[in-house]
């Protein structure tokens, strides 16, 4: 059973930066497009960042120039550098495949709180 366990997230003040982590087991995540998600209060989780397997990369237009994505295939880790940080980027922050109709069992996710 593929395990997902996110890290890294808190509490930063605006302008700030946070790395974020996301562990997997149970497979081999380098096999497969990965992506980092969000999801604020009261709404809908959203795709902020996604990395191919060959390590193309997108972004959403939020975050784009801000966050940057990034895999460790021998440690089996996909990883969320975040700077210049936003109120609007509080969230809790998930990682899953980004392949359309497949995803793993969602992690328990990371909050990251952007407040002064």
């Known amino acids: 059973q593929v395990q997902l366990v996110e890290s890294g997230g808190g509490l930063v003040q605006p302008g700030g930066s946070l790395r974020l982590s996301c562990a997997v087991s149970?497979?081999?995540?380098?096999?497969?497009?990965m992506g980092w998600y969000r999801q604020a209060p009261g709404k809908q989780r959203e795709l902020v960042a996604a990395?191919?397997?060959?390590?193309?990369?997108n972004y959403a237009d939020s975050v784009k120039g801000r966050f940057t994505i990034s895999r460790d295939n021998a440690k089996n880790t996909v990883y969320l550098q975040m700077t210049d940080l936003k109120p609007e980027d509080t969230a809790i922050y998930y990682c899953?495949?980004?392949?359309?109709?497949?995803?793993?069992?969602w992690g328990q996710g990371t909050q990251v709180t952007v407040s002064s």
């Open positions: 990395i191919a397997s060959g390590g193309a990369t």
């Open positions: 899953n495949t980004n392949t359309v109709g497949f995803r793993w069992a």
């Open positions: 149970g497979s081999s995540s380098r096999l497969y497009a």
